[in-house]
T-cell receptor
Framework: AQTVTQSQPEMSVQEAETVTLSCTYD???????LFWYKQPPSRQMILVIR??????QNATENRFSVNFQKAAKSFSLKISDSQLGDTAMYFC??????????FGTGTRLTIIP | DSGVTQTPKHLITATGQRVTLRCSPR?????VYWYQQSLDQGLQFLIQ???????AKGNILERFSAQQFPDLHSELNLSSLELGDSALYFC?????????????FGPGTRLTVT
């Protein structure tokens, strides 16, 4: 089975600190897309960042960046200068283009004031 | 606001009943996906439509069906409801115009079966 694994069920960090969420995946394909989604208490699914597997450069969106290691099949999310509004469930996901997303089980992140 | 709308936001119904969930994708998006999020199963893909045609099926029960209409909105029909169908149902849409395949999610419909 081609799976997405998030090994950290819960994490907490002090406000303004940096935190890294881990994600690994299993695939035999060469072309695919990776995503991090945020689900705050409102339960809305919000796209945080995306990475195309064919791109070597790591994606960055403001305080959010990824460390994409294709050979290791690893896709971690780094949140810098964490804010209270970053408290949420974070899901790692993958697809192969115009197809379904396969999600990890999520990491519950709590930012402590 | 993702641009994807879903109605209703909340639905409470009894076992054995039938409900219809509605989704309007972002303007211009041709693909619509339905996902189910329950407490013990995480986010599971149910079905995908692309420009009115069924494209892929996931873990969708035979009691569930969906369709996408010419105006691209989609409906998910759930029948003979059971307690275990209580979940948050998301619709997402995408289009590969920009070269990316990110999916944008609606706010979800919370279904409670009593």
């Amino acid at each position: 089975a081609q799976t997405v694994t998030q090994s950290q069920p819960e994490m907490s960090v002090q406000e303004a600190e940096t935190v890294t969420l881990s994600c690994t995946y299993d695939t035999s394909e060469n072309n695919y897309y990776l995503f991090w989604y945020k689900q705050p208490p409102s339960r809305q699914m919000i796209l945080v960042i995306r990475q195309e597997a064919y791109k070597q450069q790591n994606a960055t969106e403001n305080r959010f960046s990824v460390n994409f290691q294709k050979a290791a099949k690893s896709f971690s999310l780094k949140i810098s200068d964490s804010q209270l509004g970053d408290t949420a469930m974070y899901f790692c996901a993958r697809n192969f283009g115009n197809e379904k997303l396969t999600f990890g089980t999520g990491t519950r992140l709590t930012i402590i004031p | 606001d993702s641009g994807v709308t879903q109605t209703p936001k909340h639905l409470i119904t009894a076992t054995g009943q039938r409900v219809t969930l509605r989704c309007s994708p972002r303007s211009g998006d041709l693909s619509v996906y339905w996902y189910q999020q329950s407490l013990d199963q995480g986010l599971q893909f149910l079905i995908q439509y692309y420009n009115g045609e069924e494209r892929a099926k996931g873990n969708i029960l035979e009691r569930f069906s969906a369709q996408q209409f010419p105006d691209l909105h989609s409906e998910l029909n759930l029948s003979s409801l059971e307690l275990g169908d209580s979940a948050l149902y998301f619709c997402a849409s995408s289009t590969p115009i920009s070269g990316g395949y990110e999916q944008y999610f609606g706010p979800g419909t919370r279904l409670t079966v009593t």
